[in-house]
């Protein structure tokens, strides 16, 4: 119940193309879902977050689709960059402690 | 925007003694914070949830004595890493409680015990 999955593992992406990373999770508590961005050696930077009272949000290139019936949601990265390759993790939480999907290590191509 | 500032970014020591890492909230008050461990390629493993003035609450199968958690103030939590063996090599990472559900993580601390 305390697990969120993330796919695919890795992905390569062409430049100009679209990033999907997908996740899913059990426990219907969790309340808040956040994405992060880790680079090599560094800690989780927040990317964008959603609450479940919406289906989707949109900040600049980045885009949380929301499913609650399913309990899933995504990220999608737009007119993806090479300056985007990094690990990017989904998360859910329902009282401050963060349950961390697997990471999905991103590379776009130049 | 809140930061949160992790001391040091890498640590290189000798198997058998303790290594201390530092977790300290630079513009706010951080009553909550969190430690995680990450292994290559990994994602982030909770490990311990340390709060000011109290005892840190231990994950399950986190060796508590191993890995001594303290928050004596607002601003500030170590993680000391007792008797370290090359097993403990890892990235730490520290997290704090930054508003509604904000949560800010520090940079991370490089451990490699040789």
């Known amino acids: 119940q305390q697990q969120v999955k993330q796919s695919p593992q890795s992905l390569i992406v062409q430049k100009g193309g679209i990033s999907i990373i997908n996740c899913a999770y059990e426990?219907?508590?969790?309340?808040?879902f956040p994405w992060y961005q880790q680079f090599p050696g560094k800690g989780p930077a927040l990317l964008i977050a959603?609450?479940?009272?919406?289906s989707e949000k949109k900040e600049g290139r980045f885009t949380i689709s929301f499913n609650k019936s399913a309990k899933q949601f995504s990220l999608h990265i737009m007119d993806s960059q090479p300056g985007d390759s990094a690990t990017y993790f989904c998360a859910a939480s329902g009282t401050y402690k963060y349950i961390f999907g697997t990471g999905t290590r991103l590379k776009v191509l130049a | 925007g809140a930061v949160v500032s992790q001391h040091p970014s890498w640590v290189i020591c000798k198997s058998g003694t303790s290594v201390k890492i530092e977790c300290r909230s630079l513009d706010f008050q951080a009553t909550t914070m969190f430690w995680y461990r990450q292994f290559p390629k990994q994602s982030l493993m909770l490990m311990a949830t340390?709060?000011?003035?109290?005892?840190?609450?231990?994950e399950q199968g986190v060796e508590k004595d191993k890995f001594l958690i303290n928050h004596a103030s607002l601003t500030l939590s170590t993680l000391t890493v007792t008797s370290a063996h090359p097993e403990d090599s890892s990235f730490y990472i520290c997290?704090?409680?930054?508003?509604?559900?904000?949560?800010?993580f520090g940079s991370g601390t490089r451990l490699t015990v040789v």
């Open positions: 959603i609450r479940p009272d919406v």
């Open positions: 426990n219907t508590a969790f309340d808040y």
């Open positions: 340390s709060n000011e003035g109290s005892k840190a609450t231990y």
């Open positions: 997290s704090a409680i930054t508003g509604p559900y904000g949560y800010t």
